[in-house]
């Protein structure tokens, strides 16, 4: 039976017909895997995601966590969930081995883990953040700190946060207050409030290892007195830490995902006898953001790889609908007695099911080969294989997490009305889908925020560096394509020509002489720029499915066909837009809205 979460077939297409992760095995890092242990790890996740997350995903979404003023009530299917989880170790699939990891690579990992995204991703938030916190933790923190903190993670046992924003801050962390006072024994006691902390509160592990952003008194102002601390609900002795759950925030959509406000310092527990919460500073002091940005990276690409699991559902279920759903008769039958077709046999049905398929298959691609890049930095042959692969990944990143947060929410919303009235009742997933992934925009960045890192940082850095090395590798595809001919002759020009333009609009952007002017429509640039970067995608697998025959290969050529057409060509407006150095947002005043 076809799964209603991710397509096997295309994993195993994108894997193995197009990044050939195979050929990562004569490496030493992955030499003790194969395909074997790949299909091993897929069919493992594929299962524990159908049979122990999907069956939970609309009892997590109604009955949403509580908290009655002491603890916190949360579905008993939720804790059985992790508890399989953590047994498969796919927690460690990509770390290593002496840390109890699977030492998979990271594009192995990444498709592993979406069927959890799929499948529940208000149950797969705990163990997502737990990974991200521990990575961090294996990039920057002691020996003593991996062993005591990262090691029970890997097993399951413990889970981690992230502890960034605070109520009156927001994103802008600069203006974070949480503080942290030095003790004598090198421990550190904090005070102060976050929100939005998911996973703060709950009994589904033994430990919650919160990763705190703080500063120490006497350091530089704004994000460069800015530490990095560990602070977890239970110390090493067994006591409660000073850290308090404040309430619980209840969201639209990862109804499952328990969300908190904290209060660090405030007196509730008393350990050694004085309040503040105990915390263990994590690499050097005033560099806490340099680290955080470890996760928050990481999370950033895998938010995107989640909004894209749950576009991909909504497709499949859409589609699944579309196809068992009669309704109607082709037009131009006259006959009003004729049987009703399915609505797949109507051709603005399979306009709806084109456009999903499109975003959510290029999106999965992008993530993937994100994924492929982190193996690539980590094992690459050289030192300038590697640094390349970190300058890539550092351009796409705002692209991975930002275009499938809007583009597989836009095929959640075409899986709602395939579906008609059904779609939006709750009888039918697709409305959850929809709920949960609206919040992807915001998760880890809102789209202005991504936006501004990507024309403000990412493609100037290094003097245009950034910019250069993506053009320079989507040109190579390009002369791939023309080389090819035949079918991707067509797509390589309409590829090469809106590269072309991106990089004449981010030069005038660039010569504008004013920041505020050339950043005003950032977030329409992360959204032109990330539709080429798909583009790029598309006419990847394009040459990866040539001269192959078969039904999934010709689904292939059609989606390709649709967003260059469709898609592409609306990039021209936005980028013509943005070279004309428009002023209309910058030039609205407060008192005319």
């Known amino acids: 039976m076809r799964s209603l979460l991710l397509s096997r077939r295309d994993l195993d297409f994108l894997l193995y017909e197009w990044l050939d992760v195979e050929s990562l095995t004569g490496r030493e890092r992955y030499a003790e895997h194969g395909r074997d242990t790949f299909d091993a790890a897929l069919d ?13 995903r609309k009892i997590s979404d109604s009955a949403e966590p509580t908290f009655d003023g002491g603890s916190v009530t949360i579905p008993d299917e939720v804790k059985a969930a992790l508890d399989v989880f953590a047994g498969t170790g796919i927690v460690g699939a990509g770390m290593d081995a002496d ?5 998979m690579p990271a594009v192995v990992a990444q498709a592993c883990f979406a069927w ?51 109520p009156q801050a927001g994103s802008s962390l600069a203006d974070v207050t949480t503080r942290a006072e030095p ?72 109804r499952g995902t328990v969300n908190t406000l904290l209060n660090f310092g405030e007196g509730r527990s008393r350990p050694g006898g004085e309040p503040g919460a105990v915390g263990y500073l994590v690499g050097e002091a005033h560099r806490g953001l340099t680290y955080m940005f470890h996760m928050m ?16 559902a909504g497709y499949l279920h ?22 009703q077709v399915p609505i797949i046999a109507h051709a603005d049905v399979r306009r709806m099911l084109l456009a999903a398929k499109s975003y959510v298959e290029g999106a999965l691609a992008l993530n993937l080969y994100c994924g492929r890049l982190l193996d690539e930095e980590s094992t690459g042959a050289t030192a300038d294989d590697r640094a390349r692969a970190t300058l890539l990944l550092e351009v796409l990143t705002p692209i991975a997490k930002s275009w499938p947060s809007q583009w597989c929410l836009a095929a959640n919303d075409l899986a709602i009305q395939i579906h008609g009235g059904y779609g939006y009742t709750r009888e039918y997933d697709v409305e959850q889908l929809y709920r949960d992934n609206r919040l992807n925009a915001i998760h880890e960045g809102t789209h202005g925020i991504q936006g501004m890192d990507l024309l403000g940082r990412k493609v100037v850095m290094s003097g245009g560096a950034g910019l250069e090395l993506l053009t320079s ?29 991106v990089g004449e609009v981010t030069a005038a952007l ?69 070279a004309s150095l428009d002023r209309t947002t910058l030039d609205m005043r407060d008192e005319w809205f």
């Open 318 to 339: 859409a589609l699944d609908y579309a196809r068992s759903r009669p309704q109607g008769r082709p037009a131009g039958a006259k006959d009003p007695a004729a049987p």
């Open 297 to 312: 990276n990481e999370a950033r690409v895998g938010v995107g790889a989640g909004a894209t699991a749950l576009g991909y």
């Open 473 to 501: 590798t989507i040109g190579e595809t390009v002369e791939k394509a023309r080389a090819a001919g035949g079918e991707a002759a067509e797509p390589a020009e309409d590829l090469d020509a809106a590269v072309r333009r």
């Open 44 to 56: 493992l996740a594929t299962d524990v995601a159908t049979e122990h997350f999907a069956t939970h």
């Open 99 to 103: 840390v109890g990891g699977m030492q």
């Open 510 to 578: 660039g010569a504008a002489g004013d920041p505020a002017v050339t950043l005003a429509n950032s977030s329409v640039y992360l959204e032109a720029v990330g539709h080429v970067v798909v583009a790029w995608m598309w006419v990847e697998q394009v040459l990866a499915a040539a001269g192959r025959e078969g039904d999934f290969y010709d689904g292939k050529r059609s989606a390709a066909r649709y967003f260059l057409r469709y898609e592409l060509p609306k990039v021209y407006p936005q980028l013509d837009l943005l």
């Open 116 to 166: 959890f995204h799929a499948a529940n991703v208000g149950t797969a938030a705990y163990p997502f953040l737990t990974i991200a916190a521990a990575n961090l933790l294996r990039a920057h923190g002691t020996p003593e700190q991996i062993e005591t903190w990262v090691t029970p993670m890997v097993e399951g046992r413990y889970f981690g946060t992230m502890c960034l924003s605070e």
């Open 183 to 254: 003790r004598d024994d090198g421990t550190y006691r904090l005070t102060g409030n976050k929100m939005w902390i998911s996973g703060g509160e709950h009994d589904l592990s033994e430990n919650i290892v919160h990763l705190v952003l703080a500063k120490i008194p006497g350091g530089p102002p704004g994000v460069k007195g800015i530490s990095l601390f560990v602070v977890p609900r239970i110390l090493q002795n067994g006591e409660r830490n000073d850290v308090a759950l404040a309430g619980l925030n209840h969201k639209m959509g990862y």
